[in-house]
């Protein structure tokens, strides 16, 4: 069963830095693109950054370019999203999603496999 899990989400000051990881399990991660994605209350769930299978070519949007970096490490079969410099308006869960295109994408529609989430809170 191909599986996705997020970690390392939790309650920073403005300012300050999180790791996020994305596992995957029942599969391997570097022959599938990977997306992080993010969704606050009351908004649509938005694509921020993605790594495609060789990891070559990576997208970002406007609200993370500077702070926000992906990264993957096909030996633990995992990516990883680290933010720095986060600001309250980051707050929201985060999402990592896997698909076998060789692209690179941040469209929601794109990606089959989904992880469940894992909450960042930014506030003083």
């Known amino acids: 069963q191909l599986q996705l899990v997020e970690s390392g989400g939790g309650s920073v000051q403005p300012g300050g830095s999180l790791r996020l990881s994305c596992r995957a399990s029942g599969f391997t991660l570097d022959s599938y693109a990977i997306g992080w994605f993010r969704q606050a209350p009351g908004k649509e769930r938005e694509g921020i950054l993605c790594i495609n299978s060789s990891g070559g070519r990576l997208v970002y949007a406007d609200s993370v370019k500077g702070r926000f970096t992906i990264s993957r490490d096909n030996a633990k079969n995992t990516v990883y999203l680290q933010m720095d410099s986060l600001k309250p308006e980051d707050t929201a869960v985060y999402y990592c999603?896997?698909?076998?295109?060789?692209?690179?994408?941040?469209?929601?529609?794109?990606?089959?496999?989904w992880g469940q989430g894992t909450q960042v809170t930014v506030s003083s």
């Open positions: 999603a896997a698909d076998t295109f060789p692209y690179c994408s941040i469209a929601v529609g794109d990606y089959e496999y």
